[in-house]
């Protein structure tokens, strides 16, 4: 309902774009104004539908409208998700050119504007840039410190380029918590429930999950979903990782197709050990990463869907991809150890202690430190010591 109210076309939002040209402060605010949060989309695709969760999620406990980003490939993705309006940021949004250059350097940015001391609680900008990223700075993650978000709560747009799933970081802010709470009685499930709200694939992305499902996994009694995502490739890399993969698998989803190819291999070579017939199956191996490249992003939106039809999954440490996968099919994955010293590592994995994503690294600055210590449900995450999430 917000949303339709206040989303592209309708006269609030005619009334709120015109804030922006009030020479970057806000006038004249009165109550029934419409504020929003502007997605855009950063790194590959599991990072983008980790951040996007998180806008989402604070857009709901801030009561904002979330409007995405389309100048990338989001719609060849995913379909609208509110009925009778639209979330895509119209193209002619006033600040659509400035968008990319919104950086640390930017005078519009949040944690540059703390840091040189140029926030006046005296007058209120029309707009903010906020930089949430792996490797922010402390002044960029006062965003996540209550009193803050009492100033931002009166800013009618914000900007936020993100590679992170933040929102166990909204929960440590404790206005946010007690609204959460009534939210999601339980805690482990908030990915699980948004991105099933949020996210409906195109008719062309569902028929690539649909065309594979049916052909080879169906029929099959337990599927295995086995996720292998390789950040380097020091030499004997691929051994490593096989020796840490002697299981039986159907599904297997990598850039490198030497997985499953020597997965095949063994099960035709020998039988398994309880004569089970094994299956493996690996609809693409693109060998490189080329975000923003329509059936590239389209084959990794499916394969993720299809990790998340899975009976059991196993995933790779610290990558996004393998996150949203268990979020969506609200899985709890045995997490690969990333092989290091030249070996594979003993024990090879790791099993989850929830479905939710991991917030690879967490912006704990001074407000939030002493909130985690009294908060049960935000720990440490298994496979990234820096990393917190829900449980
Ligand atoms: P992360 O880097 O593992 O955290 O995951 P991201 O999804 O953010 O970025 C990796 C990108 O590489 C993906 O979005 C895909 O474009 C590509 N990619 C990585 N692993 C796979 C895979 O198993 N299958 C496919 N189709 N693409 C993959």
Not at 67 to 75: F, G, H, P, S
Not at 178 to 202: A, C, E, G, M, R
Not at 374 to 384: A, G, N
Request: aromatic residues 10%; neutral net charge.
């Amino acid at each position: 309902m917000l949303h339709k109210r206040c989303g592209p076309n309708t006269k609030a939002y005619k009334r709120a774009i015109k804030q922006l040209g009030n020479n970057n402060n806000v006038i004249n605010s009165n109550g029934d104004d419409c504020q929003y949060v502007v997605w855009t989309p950063m790194f590959g695709l599991g990072n983008r539908i980790l951040s996007m969760v998180s806008v989402f999620t604070y857009a709901l406990i801030t009561d904002r409208v979330m409007l995405v980003d389309q100048r990338n490939d989001i719609t060849d993705l995913f379909c609208e998700p509110f009925p009778g309006t639209s979330w895509l940021l119209p193209l002619d949004f006033p600040l659509t050119d400035q968008i990319d250059s919104f950086n640390r350097t930017h005078s519009h940015c949040y944690g540059t504007m703390l840091k040189n001391h140029t926030v006046n609680s005296t007058t209120t900008p029309s707009h903010l840039y906020i930089d949430i990223f792996h490797d922010s700075r402390d002044h960029d993650k006062m965003f996540f410190c209550e009193e803050n978000q009492a100033f931002i709560k009166n800013v009618p747009w914000l900007v936020v380029k993100s590679n992170l799933y933040y929102a166990p970081s909204l929960w440590l802010i404790p206005s946010f918590q007690t609204k959460l709470i009534k939210l999601f009685p339980q805690k482990d499930t908030v990915f699980h429930h948004l991105s099933h709200y949020l996210f409906h694939p195109t008719n062309q992305v569902w028929g690539m999950v649909t065309r594979s499902y049916n052909a080879y996994l169906s029929r099959a009694d337990e599927v295995l979903g086995l996720q292998i995502r390789v950040f380097s490739t020091p030499a004997g890399y691929f051994q490593h990782v096989m020796d840490q993969i002697i299981l039986k698998a159907v599904l297997v989803t990598s850039l490198h197709p030497e997985y499953s190819d020597e997965l095949k291999n063994m099960y035709l070579e020998r039988p398994s050990s309880t004569g089970e017939i094994i299956q493996v199956y690996q609809p693409s191996g693109e060998r490189v990463q080329q975000t923003d490249k329509k059936v590239h992003d389209q084959k990794a939106l499916a394969e993720i869907y299809l990790l998340s039809l899975t009976d059991k999954l196993v995933t790779s440490t610290r990558s996004t991809f393998g996150y949203v996968a268990q979020g969506l099919g609200g899985l709890k994955p045995w997490i690969l150890y990333e092989p290091r010293h030249n070996k594979a590592p003993d024990p090879p994995c790791v099993r989850a202690m929830s479905t939710e994503p991991c917030s690879l690294k967490a912006p704990i600055s001074a407000c939030q430190a002493e909130t985690i210590k009294t908060t049960p449900f935000v720990k440490y995450c298994e496979d990234r010591i820096t990393g917190i999430k829900l449980v």
